[in-house]
């Protein structure tokens, strides 16, 4: 059985060093230590990270990564992308990574592409999004009929919104109204009516 992680030595150490610089300012940590700003900093894929305005120092990290690694968290985060069963309350893979990975890549669980089956679903939806927006046409005028716009997600809500709303502005009488510098009043309005009634509704 795993060792619960305030009975781990790297826990305990991070503990004993906590109480250590609990009551240290961060101006003392930086007229130490002028180069923090540059050197407690990450950045990768597009992301930009400063962590040297919070109460760490390089010892607070060494001791973090030694939490992690005897946590075991990259031999959890190596399965996890394999699509190893790490849920272990529902004895089942997850597969939040497969919803983030680009078309082409492949992830094979119990025998299936779920890479494949998540692109073919997001492709559907974005036939399903654009459509409204670009060839629904009031026979009697030839405006757009796209006033209203219905939106269902799971544990997506805002972002459900901001199709909803992105779904009218593209409308065409509002994308040309947009070029040409006077706004669609009734377009926008709808979209945002959309996106409060909406947020009401969730709070």
């Known amino acids: 059985m795993a060792v619960p ?20 300012h ?3 940590l930086f007229a130490s230590d002028a180069g923090r700003g540059e050197r407690l900093t990450a950045e990768a894929a597009g992301l930009y990270l400063d962590y040297s305005k919070n109460r760490v120092t390089d010892e607070t990290m060494r001791l973090l990564v ?3 690694e005897e946590s075991g968290v990259a031999e959890r985060r190596d399965a996890m992308f394999r699509g190893d069963r790490i849920n272990v309350s529902e004895d089942r893979a ?12 492949r992830l094979v669980v119990d025998g299936t592409d779920v890479v494949a089956q998540v692109h073919e679903v997001l492709d559907r939806l974005a036939k399903s999004a654009i459509r409204p927006s670009t060839s629904c046409t009031c026979a009697t005028t030839s405006a757009p009929s796209t006033t209203r716009c219905a939106s269902a997600g799971i544990r997506s809500a805002t972002c459900s919104t901001a199709r909803s709303s992105e779904t009218l502005m593209r409308s065409p009488r509002n994308m040309a109204s947009r070029r040409s510098g006077t706004p669609d009043s009734s377009a926008s309005a709808t979209s945002s009516r959309i996106v409060s009634s909406v947020t009401r509704f969730l709070e």
């Open 5 to 24: 992680a305030p009975e781990r030595k790297a826990w305990q150490a991070l503990k004993r060093h906590h109480e250590e610089i609990a009551g240290v």
């Open 26 to 28: 961060l101006r003392e």
């Open 66 to 68: 030694a939490l992690a």
């Open 94 to 105: 997850v597969l939040h990574v497969a919803l983030r990975m680009p078309a082409g890549e």
